[in-house]
Every structure is written in structure tokens, then in C-alpha cells.
């Protein structure tokens, strides 16, 4: 392939900036690492051996620009690079289209949860690939595939649908855990008894549908635990737990499996 991607500078220092580090810098040349935040830039800079850059009009020659910050700033970040050199950011929400400033500017969007001390292995991870120009798109995805062996090609609006999913499939389900754990915390009982339960609940949904391994008084319409269950909480839990049911509820409602 015609000029790969063999050096990167990356702006940020967060989860995803210090997995992407850590494993790009075994694969080729991590030159820097910049972030808002100096000293955990600093810090995944000396963990990596490489420069901490302290100032976005210092960044060195390099292949790659890899912008891993939010969504709310990326545009700003974008505006502080040089227009001649290759960028792409990790966002699975921010439109590629929105960037009217850079035309060398991609996607390198990997569909995870990270967090800095928990260690994943990328490569069953997806990671989607866009840019304006095919030739950073052919870059980037050569780059991907050295990460994981599940790389594709995915426009801004496929990236959203599936961000989309992965909310819902991750940061509410997340969401949810925290509440019955805050709810076990509450009333004196330990949440390593919900473990097994968990571990099986994402066990059966890998392998089969789960709306076929719904249970629970929402799915057999059971109307006396449901409102005992409501009479136990208040507000968002009670909230959540009730919108959730009338889901379940009308998911499996004889209207909804003629």
C-alpha cells in the first residue's frame, strides 16, 4: 500500500487515547501524546516512551494525526492542526461532513467501552473506517486491520446508528447495574449475589435471541409484582423501572405477536 501509516501523535489521554497507545505503539511509532489535561498526558507519554507534546502548533512530522477527546471539542482540535497533514478521530457520533476545514481528515472509530485499568484485547474489536479522501480511508483501514480482525468501511450515518446501539446495549445496561447495586447498597445486601445472574444474562444473549430469554414479572404481565415492585422504589428507579415494564409489556402484548 502506497505511503502506510507508520507514525502517530495523539491528542488525548483518556480510555480510549491510552488503548489505542498502548497497542499502536507496539505496532509502529507513537511521537507524542498532547492532551488539555498535561500530567495524564504526561504520565501515558513515559508509560509509552515517547514525547509529551505540550503545545497542538508542536506536533512533529508525522503519518497520522489520531484525535481521541470528545465529541464537544474535536472540531476546536481539528481547527489547531495544519491543514497538510492526516488526521482522524475516534468518535462514533461526530460527522464527518461537519468538517469543512481539512479535507486529509478520517474515522477510526473503534465500537468498545474502555477504561485505563482494564486491559481488552482490539483484536475481535470493530473498528470502522471513514474519510473524504479513499487514499487516508485505504491508510486508515490498513492501520485498523493491524489492531483487529474486524475492520469496515462506514459512513457518518451508519456510525450513528450503531453508536446508537452500543448505548443502549452498554452505557444503559451499565446504568441499570449501578441502580440495583445502589439498591443492594441501600438496604444492607451484598451485590456479589446478583454476579452469576449477570454473567448469565450476557451469556444467553450471545447465543441466542434475547428477546426469547426475556423473563421476569414485566414479561409474564405479572400486575401484582409490578406494583409492588413500584411501591418499593422512588423516583428514577421507579421512573426507569416502570418505563422499562410497559416495554417488555408491549413487546411481548398478543397485538405485537399476531
Known amino acids: 500500500m502506497q505511503n502506510r501509516i507508520q507514525s502517530v501523535v495523539i491528542i488525548g489521554a483518556g480510555n480510549v487515547a491510552t488503548h489505542l497507545a498502548r497497542n499502536l505503539s507496539k505496532l509502529i511509532t507513537v511521537l507524542g501524546i498532547a492532551s488539555k489535561n ?92 471513514e474519510a473524504k479522501e479513499q487514499v487516508l480511508a485505504d491508510q486508515l483501514y490498513e492501520l485498523a486491520s493491524k489492531l483487529s480482525n474486524n475492520v ?29 447495586f445502589n439498591y443492594l447498597d441501600s438496604q444492607n445486601l451484598d451485590k456479589k449475589h446478583l454476579s ?5 444474562t450476557f451469556k444467553k444473549n450471545m447465543t441466542a435471541s434475547p428477546k426469547d430469554n426475556q423473563t421476569g414479572p414485566a414479561r409474564r404481565n405479572d400486575k401484582i409484582i409490578l406494583e ?22 408491549d413487546t411481548y402484548s398478543q397485538k405485537n405477536n399476531e
Open 38 to 129: 498535561h500530567q495524564t498526558a504526561k504520565q501515558l507519554a513515559e508509560e509509552i516512551q515517547c514525547v509529551h507534546i505540550k503545545d497542538l502548533t508542536q506536533i512533529p512530522a508525522c503519518d497520522l494525526v489520531l484525535i481521541c477527546t470528545s465529541d464537544s471539542s474535536i472540531a476546536t482540535v481539528v481547527n489547531s492542526i495544519p491543514k497538510d497533514m492526516n488526521i482522524a478521530y475516534t468518535s462514533g457520533s461526530f460527522e464527518l461532513g461537519t468538517i469543512t476545514s481539512h479535507n486529509h481528515i478520517g474515522v477510526f472509530y473503534p465500537l468498545q467501552t474502555f477504561s485505563k485499568e482494564k486491559e481488552i484485547t482490539l483484536s475481535d474489536v470493530p473498528f470502522f473506517i
Open 152 to 180: 469496515s468501511f462506514a459512513n457518518s450515518e451508519v456510525r450513528k446508528k450503531l453508536h446508537l446501539a452500543a448505548v443502549f446495549s452498554n452505557n444503559f445496561i451499565n446504568h441499570l447495574t449501578y441502580i440495583a
Open 196 to 200: 452469576p445472574l449477570l454473567r448469565e
Open 228 to 249: 409492588e415492585h413500584l411501591d418499593m422504589l422512588s423516583g428514577y428507579p421507579q421512573k426507569i423501572y416502570q418505563i422499562i415494564s410497559e416495554s417488555i409489556i
